[in-house]
């Protein structure tokens, strides 16, 4: 068994209202960055993973997001090892 440096990031799924991001954006431009065209805010979850794979470990990390870290109805994810962020999606 090896232990898995896994990264889970959980974004709101494209279309739904993001308020926290609205805002962000609204003082970005009014910043002087009007270059900025959208913002979106999602969370970073950092998991130690014990497995027997690489791919176990990320399935695990998938099997957890879809039960408990990421609202199925308004948010997307995206699993993979830390610093490498192309495993699963939602």
């Not at 990031?9 to 960055?33: E, T, Y």
């Not at 027997?52 to 948010?75: F, G, H, Q, Y």
Request: hydrophobic fraction near 40%.
């Amino acid at each position: 068994m090896s232990r898995y440096h896994l990264e889970v990031r959980v974004k709101p799924r494209p279309g739904l209202l993001d308020p926290q991001g609205k805002a962000i954006h609204g003082a970005l431009r009014s910043l002087g960055w009007p270059e900025v065209d959208d913002v979106r805010v999602g969370k970073a979850i950092y998991l130690y993973v014990d497995a027997s794979s690489e791919k176990d470990a990320i399935e695990k990390a998938t099997a957890m997001c879809r039960k408990l870290l990421a609202n199925p109805v308004t948010e997307d994810f995206e699993v993979a090892l830390a610093g490498r962020l192309q495993g699963a999606r939602a």
